[in-house]
């Protein structure tokens, strides 16, 4: 027989393929995902976990008419394949191919866009309302991993889903594992339930074992399941709630689940399905690091090793080191984070200092109020969350922290583009968020011995203060420029006279190239590393502006509420005589793709940004505007003539 996922190319072809070639096929899909994910890099341990479950779940569905939605999204590959999207595994993740994650526009079989983790229970709750109020018949799937559930907005859904007297299907996909190793009481009332002795003994010697000489009285124990739960499983949380439970079953046994998803199907309430996963199964590599291959880059199949080979230290990587030598100054130093140990580079610290340590899990509000807390004890709190992810503990950072003015250290990982992951990951917003709260300080360093320096600073300081760094490698350019923080303080780099360049954090590295090539088109610039973004240096500001007719700005953050905007508010309300151009991240939501692609697709890369301040230059300069088209003209004449000599001469003699 040839290629089974060959086949598949519309939505429930899966179901023309007999029962008894679905090992083969999940074997075929295993296979696509580790070739391809090798190449393109992607998440890939949570793919192929979950390779059995979405086939089950697509041979008892009726899509796009059924909805499956994905929580976080990252598992939704064999999702993808199976509506018939194999062809999009080339530009997986690339600018202006397929995404990573279940996209409204990409398919009507994607039901909800999702990136951010714990909330496909309200959502699917919010569908299945809505089609009980139109009258449609419909089946709604919510599909949420354990880690996911500790999440505070999936537990508030669930409040209100066991309200239901209607139909709602909730698959627990529970493989132990978020990123990082689940933690807390929730996760350990999961394994209990998994490895409960009475529960698994009652229904495998008993249960299964009647199945063909008594149907009658399985029937009768399937029907008085909740009774007999209570009795062996103490606590049922779901039950206790009013939401059946069903499970646990074998997430990698398709007729299994698909038997119990077809008895899911007939409850009028909401019911839960506990599957059990293995995270990274069929690919040894992943199955003993799942962490690692939970979002991979390129790697080698045979040996799982990455294939790109990292030549300078990461930001994260500076973080960790700067973190566990702060540990060994101050003793009230402690690391907070979000179920992220190790993206945010927390892992040697939680080894060395492990009573130090505290992941509140996928529970970013309870985290910011769990470090405000820690403060208000004496502790010198550092949390450490992605920036996209912090937004959501938005009014946390407020209520809990900044109105008491309480010390804690905001560690803003992944600031700024961060790439393939698109919009739901894109750190653009920080800057924007955290610079509208009284009392909050906001600092971004230039290169990696500037974050050190920062981290030092931001414990000495005894209010709210964020350090945000980017994702990638560190910039290790102006070594020799290092001069010590003062709060509120910019630091003037290179001194023009033309173009004043005001530089945030990341774009320092752009700012000096910019200056480079202004300098090839007779502009003179001043740069300036900002550092401190709020309260930013006003003072060095109306002094430079009075020999700099153009002030330019920098920043890896949107135009909206950012550095810029505020720098611009301030000229005009000092009536400094300087123009001043933003460059920033356009107002609008940045798609997936690779990193020096999409800063050049929204105009702050060198280029783009030298080119903005030249044409900017020459409505305030019209002489320098005539050098600027005498240069071009020339330029242009130059280039004619060197393709007119190097055009080969095809006349023939006669």
């Known amino acids: 027989m040839g290629s089974l996922l060959d086949s598949i190319e519309k939505p429930n072809d899966i179901k023309k393929i007999p029962p008894k070639y679905y090992t083969q096929l999940a074997a075929e899909i295993r296979e696509f995902l580790v070739e391809h994910i090798s190449r393109t890099g992607g998440h890939l341990a949570s793919n192929l976990g979950a390779v059995e479950l979405t086939m089950a779940l697509h041979l008892c569905l009726d899509l796009p008419n059924d909805k499956i939605i994905w929580d976080v999204g990252h598992q939704s590959y064999t999702h993808k394949l199976l509506t018939g999207r194999k062809s999009g595994f080339d530009s997986l993740r690339q600018y202006g191919g397929m995404s990573g994650f279940p996209k409204r526009w990409e398919s009507d079989c994607d039901a909800f866009d999702t990136g951010h983790s ?47 007297t209607t139909n709602f299907i909730i698959i627990l996909n529970d493989n132990g594992m978020s990123i990082s190793p689940n933690v ?50 103490p606590g049922m949380m779901f039950e206790d709630m009013g939401i059946t439970y069903l499970g646990p079953v074998d997430g990698h046994n398709i007729p299994e689940m698909m038997h119990i998803f077809q008895d899911a199907k007939r409850i009028n309430k909401a019911v839960i399905v506990h599957v ?16 690692r291959f939970h979002g991979t880059g390129p790697f080698d ?50 080894n060395i200092y492990p009573d130090r340590f505290f992941d509140a899990g996928i529970a970013e509000q309870h985290a910011v109020t769990f470090a405000a807390g820690l403060s208000v004890g004496g502790l010198v709190p550092v949390v450490c969350i992605y920036s996209s992810f912090l937004q959501r503990a938005y009014d946390q950072i407020i209520h809990d922290v900044c109105i008491q003015n309480l010390h804690v250290i905001f560690a803003v990982d992944r600031a700024g583009i961060v790439g393939a992951d698109g919009e739901t990951h894109q750190g653009i917003f ?15 360093p230039k290169n990696k011995w500037e974050l050190s320096d920062m981290m030092k600073f931001a414990d000495r300081y005894t209010a709210p203060i964020a350090v945000r760094y980017p994702r990638g490698e560190a910039y290790d350019g102006l070594e020799d420029k290092r001069a010590p923080i003062e709060y509120g303080k910019a630091e003037i780099l290179y001194e023009g006279r033309d173009i004043l360049l005001l530089a945030v954090g990341s774009m320092v590295e ?145």
């Open 118 to 164: 714990s909330t496909s229970i309200s959502a699917g709750l919010g569908l299945v309302k809505a089609r009980d109020l139109l009258g449609e018949q419909r089946t709604i799937v919510s599909v949420i991993g354990d880690g996911a559930l500790t999440g505070g907005m999936a537990l508030e859904a669930l409040n209100n889903a066991s309200k239901l």
């Open 184 to 233: 807390g009481g929730f996760s350990t009332y999961l394994t209990d339930i998994r490895t409960s002795d009475s529960y698994l003994h009652l229904r495998d010697k008993i249960y299964y074992s009647m199945n063909d000489n008594l149907p009658q009285v399985v029937n009768r124990i399937r029907r008085a399941k909740n009774s007999l739960k209570q009795l062996m499983i």
């Open 276 to 291: 059990i996963t293995t995270k990274g199964k069929g690919y040894e590599p992943a199955e003993r690091h799942p962490s």
């Open 301 to 350: 199949v045979k040996t799982g090793l990455p294939t790109a080979k990292k030549s300078k230290s990461a930001w994260t990587d500076v973080f960790s080191t700067v973190m566990i030598k702060l540990a060994q100054r101050d003793p009230k130093i402690v690391a907070i984070t979000a179920a992220m140990e190790e993206g945010v580079g927390l892992k040697r610290f939680h």
């Open 430 to 444: 920080d800057l924007s968020y955290l610079s509208s709260i009284p009392n909050m300080t906001v600092m971004a």
């Open 510 to 654: 752009t700012a000096v190239a910019v200056r480079e090539k202004l300098r090839a088109r007779s502009l003179s610039c001043t740069v300036v590393n900002v550092r401190f973004v709020k309260p930013f240096d006003e003072e060095i500001i109306e002094r430079l502006s009075k020999t700099h007719p153009l002030i330019v700005t920098m920043e890896e953050n949107v135009l909206s509420g950012g550095f810029g905007e505020h720098v611009a508010d301030f000229c005009e309300e000092k009536c400094i005589g300087s123009e001043v151009l933003n460059i920033a991240v356009p107002n609008e939501f940045v798609p997936h793709g690779g990193v020096s692609i999409l800063k050049k697709v929204v105009g702050i890369d060198a280029d783009s940004v030298t080119e903005k301040i030249v044409k900017r230059y020459c409505c305030i300069d019209p002489e320098f505007c005539s050098r600027m088209a005498e240069l071009g003209e020339r330029e242009e004449k130059q280039k004619e003539e060197e393709e007119y000599k190097d055009t080969p001469d095809t006349e023939v003699d006669e």
